[in-house]
């Protein structure tokens, strides 16, 4: 990718999304690892060599948000820390409520769980769309897939449909293979009831035809959102919310927050995406939910509102898609 291209997108370097080296000891998400590991390196790329990985240090806290505030998409399964820490470390911050999110069965299945169990966590469940054509080898087991999918998404601490979507910057999956994954997705959030969460990746025409065509779910996220100022419009006209990451936070990023200026106060939300794309001034460091307290920051500089104002406002917008919590 060129630099004007990840200006353009705000899209992270690769360093970026690629989490530290994980060794922990045996626990319960065990299970699901293998799955889990094989679909974030389809998400994020082969993994580099050791010596380039961020180091696992802890980041220094951020200073405490003057409000409650959320992150609105995270892969806690994903993060080194025990969830415990993980999550006290966000309410000290101010973060009182996290969306965690799958990205194929194990995760989603994980994610539910973990909701179910935790007070302030809820869940978004689906197959990723760099992960559809891996899980599904027919038709067949494609439809058994998405039936568990469905089953999982009409719980109650499962608050959304995604990651689902497409990515036209990887190619794990043939577009016409993500699309029809998309379409199941956003056909199982509508028969739930709960909001669509929508991966992008330069993929934006493809994305709202599709949605336009099908017709959308009440609630529609963008997360890590990663249009310019016209995409934003587009998608305000549509109603569709976006949810900023720590890239509206990087230099080379003026074009996201020409966007996040353009878009109505109402529609906005941020998230970690964590453990990728730690906000600024950590940078390259492995991310956690604690980290949205940054790109509130950032956000309410854009808007030029006050942190709390802004807390306000994305804490409000969260309730609208996820609650009600
Ligand atoms: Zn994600």
Request: glycine residues 6%; aromatic residues 4%.
């Amino acid at each position: 990718m060129t630099a004007a291209r990840a200006a353009r997108d705000g899209a992270p370097a690769a360093s970026d999304r690629r989490p530290a080296a994980r060794d922990r000891g045996p626990d319960a998400r065990d299970g699901a690892r293998s799955s889990r590991d094989a679909a974030r390196s389809a998400r994020h790329g082969t993994p580099a060599a050791k010596d380039e990985a961020p180091a696992p240090a802890r980041v220094p806290a951020p200073e405490p948000l003057p409000a409650p505030a959320l992150d609105a998409h995270c892969h806690l399964d994903l993060i080194e820390q025990p969830e415990a820490e993980v999550l006290e470390a966000a309410q000290a911050a101010g973060i009182t409520k996290v969306v965690t999110v799958g990205v194929d069965l194990p995760t989603s299945r994980w994610s539910a769980a973990l909701a179910a169990s935790t007070e302030g966590v809820f869940a978004a469940v689906a197959i990723h769309p760099n992960a559809t054509a891996a899980v599904a080898a027919s038709p067949a087991q494609r439809d058994e897939v998405l039936n568990e999918i469905a089953k999982l998404a009409a719980l109650p601490q499962v608050r959304a449909v995604g990651e689902t979507g497409l990515d036209y910057y990887r190619d794990y999956a043939a577009p016409e293979v993500q699309r029809e994954w998309f379409r199941a997705h956003i056909e199982i959030a509508k028969q739930a009831g709960k909001a669509l969460m929508i991966h992008d990746r330069d993929a934006h025409d493809d994305v709202l035809a599709i949605l336009a065509a099908d017709g959308p779910p009440e609630r529609v996220v963008f997360h890590c959102f990663s249009g310019d100022a016209a995409m934003a419009g587009r998608c305000a006209a549509a109603g569709y919310v976006m949810s900023f990451a720590g890239t509206l936070t990087f230099a080379n990023a003026p074009a996201l927050r020409e966007a996040a200026a353009a878009a109505p106060a109402d529609l906005l939300l941020v998230e970690t995406d964590a453990p990728f794309l730690t906000p600024m001034p950590h940078r390259g460091k492995p991310n956690t939910p604690a980290m949205v307290a940054h790109t509130v920051r950032c956000l309410a500089g854009v808007k030029q509102t006050g942190v709390a104002d802004m807390c306000a406002l994305v804490t409000a917008t969260g309730e609208r898609m996820f609650g009600p919590w």
